[in-house]
Structures are given as C-alpha cells and as structure tokens.
C-alpha cells in the first residue's frame, strides 16, 4: 500500500509526457500545413497579378478548381457549403470558405433577417473576435440597423474613422473577394453614469430591480428575497429609489425602531442580512455604481435611433478597466436588454431586426449567477426576438453561455481555441459536440485556425443550420485602430443627447422623505418627551406646594396653639398682677398722703443735718 502513491506519480508522469507528445505531434503539424498554406496562397497572389488576360483568367479558374480540392473538403463538400450560403435576400458577408486556401467564390454569409436569431463570436484572446464584432456592426449599419456594443478596450471606437488601406490589407481583402473601401459609420458615444468619455446612462435603482441587483452584489437567495421585500415596501409607501442612497436610506428606516412594524405581516427584515446588503452596497458603489444610478435615466429606445442618411447608428459603451468592476458591467448590460424586452411592441419576424446587441466578455454575466437569474436572461434571450432584437454573446468558449442560452443562438463565428491545458482540451472537446456534423476534424481545425479565421454555421433563410465553413473573414473598412480624441470629443459635443441626459438630477426621492419622517418623529418623540418633562415638573411643583401649604397650616396651628396658651397664660399673670396694683395703690395712697410726706421729712432733715445749715 506504501507504493501506491509512487505508483501512482509515475502513472501520472507517464501520461503527461504522453500528452506532452502528442501536442508536439500537432503542432508540428499545424507549422507543415501553415507553410503549405503560405505557399498555395503566395501562388494565388501571383496568379492573380497575371490574370489580365483571358487565358490568364481560366488560368487562375484552373488553379481555384484545383485549390477546392486540396484541403480538407472534396469538391461535393465545398459545393455542398456554397449552396447552403446561396441566400436570395439581404445578408451580412462573413468572408470566404477556406479549404487549404481562400477560395473567394464560395462567400459565406448571415441572412440579415436571422440576425434577430442572435449569435455567439467565440475565440482565444487575440484571434480576431473584436474585428468580427467591428464587420459585422459596420454592415448591420449599412443595412439600416442600429448597434450597441460595449467597447471593452476602445477599439471600437475606430468605427468612427474611415479605415486606411496598405498593400498587405488589399492582398487579403482581394483573395476573399472583398472589394474594400474606406467608410466612416455614424457613431453615438456613451459612458456608465458619465464616467469616461460619452453621454451618460444611468438608471435608477427601481428601474434596475432587486434581481439584477442581487446578482451585482453577489447576495444569495435568503438575502435576494429580502431584498425583494424591500423594493415591494417602497413600491408600496411611494418611495422613489433613485440611487444607492434612496436604497440605503430603506434599508436603514426598516430595521429601525419606527420602521420595524411596517413589515411585521411580511415577515420582517433581519439586521444581520440587511448588515450585508449595506457592506456589498459600499463596495459596490466603490466599484463606480454610485455614478450608474439616478437620473435623467436613459430612454433605452435612443439605442434603436438611424441616422438621416438612413444608415443605423452604432452606440459604443466605452467601459474602461471592465475587470475590475465585472458585476457592474453585465448586469448593465443585461438591465438594458431587460428594458428593451420591456419596453418595445411585440412586432414578430421581422424582415431585419430593429437592433442588434453585441454583448462582450458574456463570461461575467454568467459567473456565479443564481437560478432564477439565469431563468431570466433565458426567457429575455428566447422572447426578446420578437421584438425585433438581435444578441450576439461575444466570448472565449461556447462553455461560457449556459446550454439553455447557447440553444437560442443560430449563428455562431468561432475563432482559434488552444489546447495548452487539460483544462483547455476539455472546452475544445466541448466546442466541438457543439457543432453539426461537417466534412472537418474540428477538434484539429479550431487549434489551426489563423488570425481572422474562424469556423462558422449560421442560421439558413429557412430556419435550418447551414454547413459548417471555415471562413476568411472581411476585414473591416473604418479604422481598426482607436479614433482620435478630437474625432470622440466632437461627436459627444455635438450629439443631441448630451442636453438631454448630460446633467444629473436629484429629486425628492426615499432618502429625502424618510429623512423627514425620521425628522418629523423624533421631533414628536422630543416633544413628548418635553411634555412628559413638564407634566412631571408640574406634578413636583403641585406636590411640593401641597407640602409647602400643609406645613404652613401645621405652623399656623402650632402657632395658634401657641398663642392661645400664651394668651391663657397672660390672663392668669394679668389677674395677679391686678391684685398687686390694688394694692400698692393703697400703700401708695398712704405714702403719697400730706401726713406722711411732712413726717418723712422731717426724719430724713434730722438724720443729715440739714435743717441747721439753714
């Protein structure tokens, strides 16, 4: 048992190495057939330079019929591919089939009536993905269709800058069959909450709702039906939830001691799970949704807007540093499709669709999304067709869009895949199940695909998919690198929209109102509570008079008490006294008589001697 592990290890050594091998065996394979490839195309450019003539002509016809033969496909498969591309009305040109070369007779093409079908452009980073998005936006603005995508890296931005050609750009534009030309397409610029370079788009925290707002905040299912709760009280109480505020200020109010009754036949909110709703809304406001929601909010039927020369005008979100703020982009980006769906007239099939919307790095949308979220961008996807509103994901491996989304795609343009990784071999294993049956090894052929090369099948004029085609793609005629500030700046100034939603408004909305409620009741609580005060005082102040008037009868009592024995004691002193007086006035009588005063005198005389002195 102890060998195990080391048996183990060496088991597992053996077949890396293994694998190891086989992948040299590939890519040495894909350099033979890429020097192949290089060499029958260097032939074709000679060819063509000598095709002035007619016998030069059937020449090169010669040499196409020859090269239909030498790839992978024999000559009924490569039939079989131009006949399922043979599409009698309005298209968009993908490119040229490929079979060992480019084989410009033999077009494949999107009907532009199955564009309303949606679509997913899937590839490696650096294959060509943004390039496709480009083509196809150009030609779906010729054709009269407006475009939102979101401008990831601000290449797209060039949509607005006639391209430049250069002696390596016309060589491939001639050996699919383009005919290339330089071309400018009208182009409206926008930027979440004014943040960047563009109109703003905002939207409110009502009109976004408490799904899409969960699944930003990463909130699970007991917090996400909390958060339910709240938006169907404001709802409810008319309380405008303009911005984060607004939300923040319910929240707050609803586990206060004033708010707390409001929802106790809903079942209350629970401090611990509104506690992490206020940290993840901080966060995400630190991530820029502070700006993102308020108002003017965006009318979302200003994306479906054509220009006058009736081309259709491409909206390019600019979205600068989307990694750091994922959640913020896509339920964005699925919040715009959410009111597209809601807002815009069932009109059927139509004969090309109104709009259509390019969502890049769909990964994000889908990353740790819940049930009923994915339930909803399924059901937006499936219906919002009818509405005349086309979706194209733009991605690295189908496996990124869920099964449910990926069957509502009819076309799909999928770029290189690498297999560097087991994890790597597993998606291309994955991407393959995922196409119809073809005369191509795809396993082989996605990992050989050149730079603006992919493997295509797309939705035919009859709703059935067409043969699988690996396509040369068109190249696109504005400019592939990024337009100029000046050129940007200039379209934001003069777009009409600018005065419209370019200044943000704050109005009364929950957190002014609450603030007042709140305001209002602790004004009637300080107020009772001063009454309550002054009851009291009044009470002390009664009580303490009560006193102050029961001790002063008790004094008075005391003293009258007092007084009366005083006053019986004075009789009695008085009536002696009385006695006295009588007294004394009879001695007094007697002294005071003339007898006594004349003997008196003469005793007091004869005792001092006086009468001699005299």
């Not at 060992?100 to 077009?107: I, K, M, S, T």
């Amino acid at each position: 048992m102890a060998d195990d592990p080391v048996k183990q290890a060496q088991e597992a050594a053996a077949a890396a190495a293994e694998a190891a091998e086989e992948l040299q065996a590939q890519a040495a394979e894909a350099v033979r057939k890429a020097e192949e490839a290089a060499a029958l195309a260097k032939a074709a450019a000679e060819a063509a330079a000598d095709a002035s003539t007619p016998a030069a002509a059937e020449t090169v016809a010669a040499k196409s019929a020859a090269a239909a033969t030498s790839g992978p496909l024999d000559q009924t498969q490569v039939d079989a591919i131009r006949a399922g591309y043979a599409i009698e009305g309005r298209t968009l040109e993908i490119g040229a089939l490929v079979n060992g070369e480019a084989l410009p007779d033999v077009p494949v093409r999107i009907p532009l009536a199955m564009t309303n079908r949606h679509g997913l452009v899937a590839g490696a980073t650096g294959t060509g993905k943004t390039r496709t998005l480009q083509v196809l936006a150009e030609q779906l603005s010729s054709h009269g269709v407006a475009v939102f995508a979101a401008d990831i890296k601000g290449d797209l931005s060039g949509v607005a800058t006639p391209g430049e050609g250069n002696e390596k750009l016309l060589a491939r534009t001639e050996g699919i069959g383009q005919q290339w030309t330089p071309a400018s397409f009208p182009t409206e610029f926008y930027s979440l909450g004014g943040v960047g370079r563009g109109v703003p788009i905002r939207a409110t925290i009502s009109g976004f709702g408490p799904l899409l707002l969960s699944k930003a905040l990463g909130l699970n299912e007991t917090q996400e039906s909390s958060l339910g709760l709240v938006f169907h009280y404001a709802n409810t109480n008319n309380l405008a939830l303009l911005d984060l505020e607004d939300l923040r200020a319910v929240l707050a109010y609803l586990v206060s001691d004033e708010g707390k009754p409001e929802l106790e036949g809903l079942g209350g909110l629970s401090k611990a799970t509104v506690g992490v709703i206020l940290r993840e809304l901080i966060t995400f406001a630190d991530q820029g949704a502070d700006v993102f929601f308020g108002e003017p909010e965006i009318d979302t039927a200003e994306f479906l807007r054509v220009a006058s020369d009736g081309r259709g005008i491409i909206s390019l979100l600019e979205v600068p540093g989307v990694a750091d703020k994922p959640a913020l982009y896509s339920t964005f980006l699925m919040w715009l499709l959410a009111d597209l769906f809601t807002d815009l007239p069932e009109v059927g099939d139509l004969d090309q669709p109104k709009l259509v919307f390019f969502f890049d790095e769909a990964h994000l949308l889908f990353a740790d999304a819940s049930k009923d979220f994915l339930a909803q961008i399924t059901q937006t996807v499936r219906l919002i067709r009818s509405k005349g509103v086309g979706v194209f994901f733009v991605t690295q491996t189908p496996k990124d869009v869920p099964a449910d989304v990926l069957a509502q795609l009819g076309s799909r343009v999928q770029h290189q895949l690498r297999a560097f990784t087991p994890d790597d071999a597993k998606a291309l294993r994955a991407t393959v199940s995922t196409y119809p049956k073809s005369g191509y090894d795809l396993e082989e052929a996605l990992t050989q695909l050149g730079t603006g090369e992919a493997i295509v099948t797309v939705m035919n004029e009859k709703g059935a998919p067409s043969p699988v085609a690996w396509t040369r793609l068109r190249a696109p005629q504005a400019s592939m690198s990024p337009s100029p500030d000046a050129v940007v700046d200039a379209a934001v100034a003069a777009s009409p929209l600018t005065a419209k939603y370019g200044t943000g408004i704050d109005r009364e909305s929950a957190h002014e109102i609450l603030t007042k409620k709140l305001a209002d009741a602790a004004a009637k609580v300080d107020a009772q509570a001063a009454a309550e005060a002054r009851a009291k005082a009044d009470a002390e102040f009664a009580k303490m008079q009560a006193k102050i008037q029961a001790d002063a009868a008790k004094a008075d009592k005391k003293a009258q008490a007092e007084y009366d024995r005083l006053m019986k004691q004075t009789s009695t002193t008085s009536r002696s006294r009385s006695s006295r007086s009588k007294e004394k006035s009879a001695l007094e009588q007697v002294l005071g008589s003339k007898t006594t005063q004349n003997v008196l005198t003469s005793v007091i005389t004869g005792i001092f001697g006086m009468a001699r002195r005299k």
